[in-house]
């Protein structure tokens, strides 16, 4: 696949990301103008939950998802607390909801409470909407956490398994999103994968494309399977097809 092919498939598995302190309604409204270009539209956008309505009435008909974070980014908040949390984002017309695993529970051993969370998780959003786990591979230990965190939520059925909340010292990495791919072919499951944070040239994403074609072969390669999560990635994306190369 050369660049050019490349860049236009990564629009297509693009959530379009802005999760920032000092995001506005005005900067949302620039994401959601971004988020159908004149080589395709991106899969999702990706805001914090308050600014959903506003994202849902501009991409009214557009096809593109609406996804939201919860227990953001610590990963700390209750089994209890979160699911408050994703029950307002759906009141508020979220699609997908990215949830942070609780990875330090895990750390501890506690895979009892791990399983309770992502349980009640899956749960919660249904069949209807989209449920990613956010592992922050980064924090994970070793790559046998990595795995083990990732065998979890294939128990637990989530839709996507994503590598970091794009706020931590790691983010990420090739050989992450490695364990996680192979974890999932491993399982025989039709889950997705995500990579997200720190990801801002198409060098970068293509990795992540390529990787997720050998290991899970070209089906892999749809916004079905694959999601890159990034906030500036796009423009690098465009730059390359008009460039031609």
């Known amino acids: 696949m050369n660049d050019v092919e490349a860049a236009k498939t990564l629009i297509s598995c693009l959530d379009l990301t802005s999760l920032n302190d000092k995001d506005t309604d005005l900067k949302i409204e620039e994401l959601c103008r971004k988020a159908v270009t004149p080589y395709g539209k991106v899969a999702a956008v990706c805001i914090y939950p308050k600014f959903i309505p506003l994202a849902k009435r501009l991409l009214e008909g557009k096809d593109i998802k609406i996804a939201t974070v919860v227990n953001f980014p610590s990963g700390k908040g209750s089994i209890e607390n979160t699911l408050t949390e994703i029950q307002n984002a759906l009141k508020l017309g979220a699609d997908e909801i990215d949830a942070v695993f609780p990875y330090r529970r895990f750390l501890l051993g506690d895979e009892e409470y791990c399983r309770n969370y992502l349980k009640s998780l899956r749960e919660n959003c249904g069949k209807k909407h989209s449920l990613k786990i956010i592992l922050e591979t980064g924090e994970l230990e070793s790559t046998s956490k990595i795995a083990r965190a990732s065998e979890l939520c294939l128990q637990a059925d989530v839709d996507f398994i994503k590598t970091s909340t794009g706020k931590s010292k790691i983010s ?60 500036s990635l796009l423009a690098d994306l465009i730059n390359t097809i008009e460039r031609g190369y």
């Open 172 to 231: 990420a990495t090739p050989e992450a999103a490695n364990i996680i791919l192979e974890t999932i072919n491993a399982a025989h499951k039709s889950t997705g994968f995500k990579a997200s944070g720190g990801i801002k040239t198409l060098e970068e994403a293509k990795k992540y494309l390529v990787l997720a074609n050998a290991v899970m072969g070209p089906k892999a390669t749809s916004p079905k399977r694959l999601r890159i999560g990034a906030s």
